[in-house]
């Protein structure tokens, strides 16, 4: 027989048996391909998406409700010249001037609230991380 297809398998015991002979098991089957095939394709979507996410010509990055960064494409760490494990979890006003980093919460608050788009870092400036060496 060659088809094959996805299954759940529950099994119960349905007794309290003195020994592994006298037990008594119940089962139930369910065929789970759909759940495979949709699995599948969020995983292919992901993927697609990450590439194109990565691929960007401009700096991308995703922050969650309390404005930290989850997620940058490599345009992002190449523009603010951090790494990108220096970016997961930074709070993105921290990439902000500091006369911008205290407007910025309620900014994105409301846009939480309201879901509604605005013009963002148009004629703005985002810090840039520096690195220095000194000598003697």
């Known amino acids: 027989m060659d088809d094959y297809f996805p299954v759940e398998i529950q099994a119960y015991l349905l007794n309290e048996p003195a020994t592994l002979d006298d037990a008594l098991i ?23 998406f990450r590439k194109v996410f990565d691929a960007a010509p401009a700096a991308m990055l995703i922050v969650n409700e309390n404005g930290l960064i989850k997620l940058v494409n490599q345009t992002t760490t190449e523009m603010f010249g951090y790494r990108h494990d220096e970016l997961i979890g930074l709070s993105v006003e921290q990439l902000f001037p500091d006369h911008a980093r205290k407007r ?20 703005k400036t985002c810090m840039r991380k520096v690195t220095m060496t000194i000598s003697h």
Not at 31 to 44: C, L, W
Request: net charge positive; charged share 35%.
């Open 104 to 123: 910025h919460p309620g900014l994105r608050a409301g846009f939480q609230a309201r879901g509604q788009t605005r013009n963002m870092g148009s004629a």
């Open 26 to 48: 119940g089962a139930f089957a369910r065929d789970i391909t759909r759940e495979k095939a949709v699995e599948n394709d969020r995983r292919m979507i992901s993927e697609r």
